[in-house]
């Protein structure tokens, strides 16, 4: 009678081999999965984050502008009350009487030049 027992032993051990390798194939398999999806993830955080930046800097060049603009009106605005003022003083200054006085030549009663 030939004894088997190494050739089970043997066979048992191939078939333990076999199913350690598999499950280790299927580990490595997940640990892929979850690296392609950690790395997939990554690439999305990365493309939301430029668009976040692109958008902050679209509101920032936006605010810059609006505060230009203001910035310009104001100007605009003080140069023309400077204008103003300054013509409401050659007003005064031609309706003024006395020795040093201008001849007036417009209606000079005594706020004509505040209307003006």
């Not at 051990?13 to 580990?27: E, F, N, R, Y």
């Amino acid at each position: 009678m030939v004894d088997s027992r190494p050739q089970e032993a043997q066979a048992r051990s191939a078939a333990a081999a076999l199913v350690a390798a598999q499950k280790q194939a299927g580990g490595a398999a997940i640990t892929a999965e979850a690296a392609r999806l950690n790395q997939s993830n990554a690439v999305r955080v990365a493309r939301l984050t430029l668009e976040a930046a692109q958008a902050d800097n679209a509101a920032g060049l936006q605010q810059a502008q609006t505060a230009l603009q203001a910035t310009q009106t104001d100007l605009a605005k003080t140069r023309a009350g400077h204008v103003r003022r300054r013509s409401r003083r050659l007003i005064k200054l031609s309706c003024r009487t006395g020795p040093h006085a201008t001849v007036p030549t417009r209606n000079c009663n005594a706020n004509s030049f505040l209307f003006e």
